[in-house]
């Protein structure tokens, strides 16, 4: 009896040693020594699904940014007399739909030897940009929600990956240009409308076979010719993919010129983007559709690829144009895209600056936003051009086909 009773008790007290070493210890990771310096983050920010973190530190190693949760995930940095960033391109950096759920600090982290053995210093990060807490939602394949903030104990900024249970997530926002009252340029008996809301419902209708999550700007029926859909404001046609979380923005529209030579695919963008996914676009568009590359010449950057960004004499203009309204001006800068439709839904990284300093104006609510949708405007050939027209009428599938394909080829280089 006295034998049993021995042998209970070392199983309570084996069982005991288990309840507290999966409450208290199971899930600790070990501590590591941080430097008392500590690494200024100037800004960090997210375009599309990639974040980008900007900073500055005094020490002359190189360092690496690390991930740690008692394993690590480093990325390479671009390091310049003693500034960082994870990227030059705003569309480049950490992917973060690839992060494993959990709790990630974030430190910089250099390697050194010590006899004849790698060690390593660790540097907290210290965030000084305005942007404590941001949020982000991967593309719904992966369904997870992203908060990256700080944390006290080190001090350092952390990154908490979870599994999303927010609603009103989306992975793409299809934008059919015009509508409504705004038919959009007019050519040859058409005009913009009589094609975007249709290849807009095509587009969703592929999209979500191939698995994504898409929201239309505007749906059929629900402008009529004397409606307009607003820009800004809530559920402005530049506001929706912030609303939705989206990553991706594709606005269609067709071209127009006076001169019926004029013709060809133009796809716009960003700035100091990675251009491989436009690349993607123009290739599959153009072989699958049989529309040409744009002969126009002007802010172009690649074949049918365009980035144009506001010029000093573009601000000049616009400046005037406020003036002469009885307006203030808005903060425009050569940083502002040209179009709304990419600088709005971009944020900080492409220069919005529709604010609410002009009552007559409805602002954009994300004006400040350091998370952005990357934005690409497609104008699939001109209505002024015979041939560019009558390929739009007669093939208009093949058009949605090459969009589409192309989308479900970057998610799946993404992934």
Not at 38 to 66: A, K, M, Q
Not at 231 to 236: A, R, S
Not at 295 to 321: A, P
């Amino acid at each position: 009896m006295k034998k049993f009773l021995a042998v209970l008790g070392i199983l309570f007290l084996a069982f005991c040693g288990f309840i507290v070493y999966d409450t208290y210890f199971k899930d600790k990771i070990p501590v590591l020594t941080m430097e008392e310096e500590l690494v200024n983050v100037d800004n960090l920010y997210i375009y599309g699904t990639h974040l980008n973190i900007e900073g500055s530190y005094s020490f002359t190693d190189t360092p690496e940014l690390v991930l740690y949760n008692g394993e690590f995930i480093s990325y390479k940095l671009n390091n310049l007399e003693g500034k960082f960033n994870v990227s030059e391109l705003v569309n480049d950096g950490i992917y973060l739909d690839e992060i494993p759920t959990g709790d990630y600090y974030l430190f910089l982290r250099t390697t050194y030897t010590k006899d004849e053995e790698e060690k390593y210093k660790y540097y907290s990060l210290k965030n000084n940009s305005e942007y404590q807490t941001t949020t982000y939602y991967t593309m719904s394949s992966y369904d997870k929600k992203i908060v990256i903030d700080n944390e006290e104990s080190y001090p350092t900024m952390m990154m908490h990956v979870s599994d999303n249970n927010d609603d009103n997530v989306y992975d793409i926002v299809i934008d059919p240009g015009h509508g409504g009252m705004d038919g959009g340029a007019s050519k040859n008996g058409y005009k913009e409308t009589d094609f975007t809301l249709d290849i807009a419902n095509k587009l969703k209708a592929k999209l979500t076979d191939y698995g994504f999550t898409v929201k239309l700007t505007h749906e059929e029926g629900q402008l009529s010719s004397n409606d307009r859909l607003e820009e800004y404001g809530v559920h402005g046609r530049a506001v929706i993919p912030r609303e939705v979380n989206a990553k991706y923005m594709f606005s269609i529209h067709l071209n127009s010129n006076n001169s019926a030579y004029v013709s060809g695919l133009e796809v716009y963008t960003a700035k100091n983007i990675n251009y491989d996914f436009a690349k993607l676009l123009v290739n599959n568009i153009t072989t699958k559709s049989g529309l040409g590359y744009s002969n126009n010449k002007v802010n172009k950057v690649f074949n049918s690829i365009y980035t144009r960004n506001f010029t000093e004499n573009d601000i000049k203009s616009s400046l005037e144009g406020y003036e002469k309204n009885n307006l203030e001006a808005y903060d425009i800068t050569t940083n502002s895209n040209y179009y709304y439709i990419i600088r709005e839904t971009g944020g900080i990284v492409t220069g919005a600056y529709v604010d609410d300093r002009n009552a007559s104006i409805i602002a954009n609510p994300y004006v400040n936003s350091n998370v952005g949708t990357e934005t690409y405007l497609l104008e699939l050939g001109y209505l002024s051009n015979q041939s560019n027209l009558n390929n739009m009428i007669n093939n208009m599938n093949k058009y949605v086909d090459g969009i589409a394909d192309s989308i479900k080829t970057l998610y799946k280089t993404s992934k």
